[in-house]
């Protein structure tokens, strides 16, 4: 079964870090593309950050820029996203995507109908004091 698990969410307060982990079974992500994406319920989804399969392209969000870092281990199948100076504005149920693109000049951050193969279920990010 082909898939992709998100783990590393949690509480965490005002200024704190995470770091998510997302983790392809089934199928290696070296040839990938990975993206992470934020669902919160009155933002709807935004995507964060994305990163090509030799991590040569790498894409953020304007609010993910300066603290969030995207990176992978092709040997783990895994993608992470290091979260520091974390806010409220960042709670969300946080999932990652993949599409198959060993030779991608490009990484998008938007997760609309065909663009990503894979999602995991996602992980819950809650930023409060």
């Known amino acids: 079964q082909l898939q992709l698990v998100e783990s590393g969410g949690g509480l965490v307060q005002p200024g704190g870090s995470l770091r998510l982990s997302c983790v392809a079974s089934g199928f290696r992500v070296g040839p990938h593309t990975v993206g992470w994406f934020r669902q919160a319920p009155e933002k709807g989804r935004e995507g964060m950050a994305c990163?090509?399969?030799?991590?040569?392209?790498?894409n953020y969000a304007d609010s993910a820029k300066g603290r969030f870092t995207i990176s992978r281990d092709n040997a783990k199948d895994t993608v992470y996203l290091q979260m520091n100076s974390l806010t409220a504005d960042d709670t969300g149920v946080y999932y990652c995507a993949a599409v198959w693109d060993p030779y991608a000049t490009f990484c998008s951050l938007d997760d609309v109908q065909g663009r990503y193969e894979f999602r995991g279920q996602g992980t819950q990010v809650t930023v409060s004091s």
């Open positions: 990163i090509s399969g030799r991590s040569d392209v790498i």
